[in-house]
Nanobody
Framework: QVQLVESGGGLVQPGGSLRLSCRAS????????MGWYHQAPGKERTLVAV???????NYADSVRGRFTISRDNARNTVSLQMNSLKPEDTALYYC????????????WGQGTQVTVSS
């Protein structure tokens, strides 16, 4: 059974930092591209950052330079370090895993809430 379990969300003031983590089980983690998506109320779920099985990364324009995605294949974990947070970063953040060769092999976590407010 595949599970992606996110942690690290919470309430933070503008300009603050949070670190999200996602631990995967039931998959060969190193063979998966791992991504973080966010979804604000009434909006579509959109990509925040992705780290491929090769280690290459991509970021949404809105977070480039503020967020950093990383992975630890030994611990089956992907993390998202979020700095200089803005109110518009407020959303439910989801972890996603997609097999490097079989795109239909895709899984989602339950999500963790990030709220940026003073």
């Amino acid at each position: 059974q595949v599970q992606l379990v996110e942690s690290g969300g919470g309430l933070v003031q503008p300009g603050g930092s949070l670190r999200l983590s996602c631990r995967a089980s039931g998959i060969t983690f190193s063979r998966y591209h791992m991504g973080w998506y966010h979804q604000a109320p009434g909006k579509e779920r959109t990509l925040v950052a992705v780290i491929r099985s090769s280690g290459g990364t991509n970021y949404a324009d809105s977070v480039r330079g503020r967020f950093t995605i990383s992975r630890d294949n030994a611990r089956n974990t992907v993390s998202l370090q979020m700095n200089s947070l803005k109110p518009e970063d407020t959303a439910l953040y989801y972890c996603n895993a997609v097999h490097e060769l079989i795109s239909r092999s895709s899984y989602w976590g339950q999500g963790t809430q990030v709220t940026v407010s003073s």
